[in-house]
């Protein structure tokens, strides 16, 4: 750890009071200069630190930096945050994650960035991701499991943030199949797993669960302002993304591994906004009516046509019909 990350962690625990220069020199044995220059390396990062005389400094509450230490404060999870990496700014999470795991990261590393110029979405889209008012993570993880099962991960994924933003924004989330959170039918969060095989064991080698979650945005660009909500215009609350992302990490650890007994799923029918809809599904360039019925223990969509006919869908997309 550096200086400047000592003394932030120092200013950390310190819960908003003062501390002295010299106490501060003194547990880091350096001298008051050294954390005089750290302190207004911090201020340069975008802190707020007031320096009082015969006080000391003060890190105020109002900081909302992500940073190892802000989040370490409130991280309860053993395996999942053991290694993390964060960005001020990064293409995408998901690809750098993806680079880690393919050189051997445990599981658990993370990586987060403050913002993203290439946050990837399903299907190809991309996944709006400015500077810090979101949380952008993804988790390495290295699951023993038949690559068919392996899309239980992300339902899994969706049920631990869903609890977590309730828990922190103290609102009611939905699930839409397959991986979107969403506040009063608009969606505040977007889960992107990706897997990598092992092909001379036909068995998965990584998986990586990239998530993105609009947290502080005030407002949306005009393509999605019809669509997208934040969990600051959801619960008119500021919200201390540190402890989002620890409590992501604590409910993310627990869920993930309990999931052999897939009791997450009943959570996820509960919360789903799609069960008992009339839904349009969209399956690569084949687009169709349907009804969703239910979605069965390997976390697939069961609809029924109008033919009559009953289909398990493992990927796609859908959309729920508004009523005439
Ligand atoms: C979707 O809504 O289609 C999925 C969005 C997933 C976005 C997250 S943000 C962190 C991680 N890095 C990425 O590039 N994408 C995921």
Redesign the pocket.
């Known amino acids: 750890m550096s200086i400047k990350s000592d003394v932030l962690s120092i200013l950390l625990e310190a819960k908003g009071s003062s501390v002295s220069g010299s106490s501060i020199a003194r547990k880091l044995g350096i001298s008051r200069n050294a954390v005089w220059k750290a302190v207004n390396n911090l201020k340069e990062e975008g802190y707020f630190i007031d320096a009082a005389t015969n006080k000391g400094y003060c890190l105020g509450l109002k900081n909302n930096i992500l940073s190892e230490q802000s989040i370490r404060q409130y991280l309860k999870a053993k395996t999942f945050g053991s290694k993390i990496d964060i960005f001020k700014t990064i293409d995408?999470?998901?690809?750098f994650a993806k680079k880690l795991a393919q050189l051997g990261a445990a599981e658990g590393s993370v990586v987060i960035s403050e913002e993203?110029t290439?946050?990837?979405?399903?299907?190809g889209?991309k996944?709006f991701?400015p500077s810090h008012t979101g949380i952008?993570?993804?988790i390495i993880l290295r699951p023993k499991m038949p690559l068919e099962k392996s899309t239980l991960i992300t339902s899994c994924a969706a049920v631990a943030v869903a609890k977590t933003i309730d828990s922190i924004a103290n609102v009611n989330s939905n699930i839409k199949w397959v991986?979107?959170i969403y506040i009063n039918d608009k969606?505040a969060c977007?889960?992107?797993t990706e897997a990598g095989l092992d092909f001379e064991t036909n068995t998965l080698d990584y998986v990586i669960v990239?998530?993105?979650i609009n947290v502080s945005n005030e407002s949306f660009p005009e393509a999605l302002k019809d669509i997208a909500t934040s969990l600051f215009i959801e619960s008119h609350q500021p919200i201390n993304r540190s402890e989002l992302v620890a409590e992501l990490l604590n409910n993310l650890e627990k869920e993930y591994y309990d999931i052999e007994n897939l009791s997450f799923l009943q959570e996820y029918r509960r919360r789903s906004n799609v069960i008992g809809s009339d839904i349009t599904v969209l399956c690569g360039n084949n687009k169709y009516d349907a009804h969703a019925v239910d979605i069965d223990n390997d976390a697939r969509l069961i609809v029924t046509t109008d033919d009559g006919k009953t289909h398990a869908l493992n990927s796609g997309e859908v959309s729920v019909r508004k009523k005439c």
């Open positions: 995408s999470t998901n690809t993203q290439a946050g990837k979405g399903r299907l889209r996944f991701s952008y993570i993804t991986n979107d969606k977007g889960i992107l990239g998530i993105g």
